[in-house]
T-cell receptor, first 111, second 115 residues
């Protein structure tokens, strides 16, 4: 299985960029994901990246993958108060039904 | 709109009680999952099912069992609840049998307190 680690807290000023980092152990991970959990809600998929990609951009979100270092990051440009949430990094290999999640990074956006 | 519904948002039970957590999805998904979420530990997989009547243990199955009699419904059972099972329980489903995009659709969670 996959072991995924991420820092627990991030505080960012409104309008700045947020960068959330994640490391994983399984080099065979084929898919890597970022999920967002708003207060009182379940998780929602934000974006994902395949292991054959280095970068993926989707509006304010940029995902960077460094396969050599097994490092994944999520950058949120122009962070807004609505971006305050817990962000989970997750990984899965191609023949595995299940995702392994990190502990989650709580992002707090301050005015 | 896709939907995973967990029957109870909040439950309070006593030690030793049998607890049922129900989850229903309306997306005709093959795979269903039960996770528990604890601060600082993230999500840990309890059990999952990739077909009706099929189940497989996740990372922390001890003290839990599951039932999947119909494709749309996946139940988590605590035979004898204990205080260390106080947690948020999240049900999820996914379509792809082999990861694919791997997108999990989550319910809103069931917060269980065991006294």
């Amino acid at each position: 299985g996959e072991d995924v680690e991420q820092s627990l807290f991030l505080s960012v000023r409104e309008g700045d960029s947020s960068v959330i980092n994640c490391t994983y152990t399984d080099s065979s991970s084929t898919y890597l994901y970022w999920y967002k959990q708003e207060p009182g809600a379940g998780l929602q998929l934000l974006t994902y990246i395949f292991s054959n990609m280095d970068m993926k951009q989707d509006q304010r979100l940029t995902v960077l993958l460094n396969k050599k270092d097994k490092h994944l990051s999520l950058r949120i440009a122009d962070t807004q108060t609505g971006d305050s949430a817990i962000y989970f990094c997750a990984g899965a290999s191609s023949n595995d039904y299940k995702l392994s999640f990190g502990a989650g990074t709580t992002v707090t956006v301050r005015a | 709109d896709v939907k995973v519904t967990q029957s109870s948002r909040y439950l309070v039970k006593r030690t030793g009680e049998k607890v049922f957590l129900e989850c229903v999805q309306d997306m005709d998904h093959e795979n269903m999952f039960w996770y528990r979420q604890d601060p600082g530990l993230g999500l840990r997989l309890i059990y999952f099912s990739y077909d009706v009547k099929m189940k497989e243990k996740g990372d922390i199955p001890e003290g839990y069992s599951v039932s999947r009699e119909k494709k749309e419904r996946f139940s988590l059972i605590l035979e004898s609840a204990s205080t260390n099972q106080t947690s948020m329980y999240l049900c999820a489903s996914s379509l792809s049998a082999h990861g694919g995009t791997g997108e999990l659709f989550f319910g809103e969670g069931s917060r269980l307190t065991v006294l």
